[in-house]
């Protein structure tokens, strides 16, 4: 079973997210054999932009959206600077004036992805989690190089899980 082994808020800029909506998860096979990633990379003029702006950007992200009586929302992209352009095909949706709350979930990577423990987590360290104007919670998996992407000896890796909480 994964374990939560880091609580922090991190303050973030404005960003634009920008990647394609689907009705469920999955679909990350499309994203790697149509080069999107890569796309979206070039689009921001590379991630070293994204880096300068918050030191955990430049992942590959899975953004959900829930909210009482409204359909659960999925995309998969990537967060760029404020104002960059959505390639034709792509959707952007805008975070302006938010903190993140994370945590870090270290285990196998089948393991990984249970977060279900994280939104305690982040309201036992005294965080809020922001709802937009239609009163949805935002959170995603930032999937890091190489924290994310790259083994330890153990066979472990760790995901961030960000929800977005107010300033």
Same mark, same amino acid.
């Given at each position: 079973? =994964?374990?939560?082994?880091?609580?922090?808020?991190?303050? #973030?800029?404005?960003?634009?997210?920008?990647?394609?909506?689907?009705?469920?998860?999955?679909? *990350?096979?499309?994203? *790697? !054999?149509?080069?999107?990633?890569? +796309?979206?990379?070039?689009?921001?003029?590379? @991630?070293?932009?994204? +880096? %300068?702006?918050?030191?955990?950007?430049?992942?590959?992200?899975?953004?959900?959206?829930?909210?009482?009586?409204? &359909?659960?929302?999925?995309?998969?992209?990537?967060?760029?600077?404020?104002? $960059?352009? =959505? &390639?034709?095909?792509?959707? %952007?949706?805008?975070?302006?004036?938010?903190?993140?709350?994370?945590? *870090? +979930?270290?285990?196998?990577?089948?393991?990984?992805?249970?977060?279900?423990?994280?939104? !305690?987590?982040?309201?036992?360290?005294?965080?809020? +989690?922001?709802?937009? =104007? !239609?009163? @949805?919670?935002? %959170?995603?998996?930032?999937?890091?190089?190489?924290?994310?992407? %790259? &083994?330890?000896?153990?066979?472990? #890796? $760790?995901?961030?899980?960000? @929800?977005?909480?107010?300033?």
């Amino acid at each position: 079973m =994964a374990e939560i082994v880091k609580v922090f808020r991190e303050r #973030i800029p404005a960003l634009r997210f920008i990647g394609k909506r689907y009705d469920d998860a999955g679909h *990350w096979d499309e994203w *790697w !054999q149509n080069g999107w990633f890569d +796309l979206l990379e070039r689009a921001m003029g590379g @991630c070293g932009e994204m +880096l %300068s702006l918050w030191e955990n950007g430049g992942g590959y992200v899975g953004l959900e959206r829930r909210g009482k009586g409204m &359909p659960f929302a999925y995309c998969i992209g990537m967060f760029a600077p404020a104002g $960059t352009p =959505a &390639p034709d095909g792509f959707i %952007s949706v805008d975070f302006n004036g938010v903190d993140l709350g994370t945590c *870090w +979930l270290y285990g196998k990577e089948s393991e990984v992805h249970d977060t279900s423990a994280c939104r !305690q987590r982040l309201a036992d360290s005294g965080m809020t +989690l922001w709802r937009d =104007a !239609q009163g @949805c919670e935002w %959170s995603f998996e930032n999937c890091l190089c190489p924290r994310y992407t %790259s &083994p330890d000896e153990q066979g472990n #890796i $760790t995901l961030d899980y960000c @929800c977005f909480v107010v300033r």
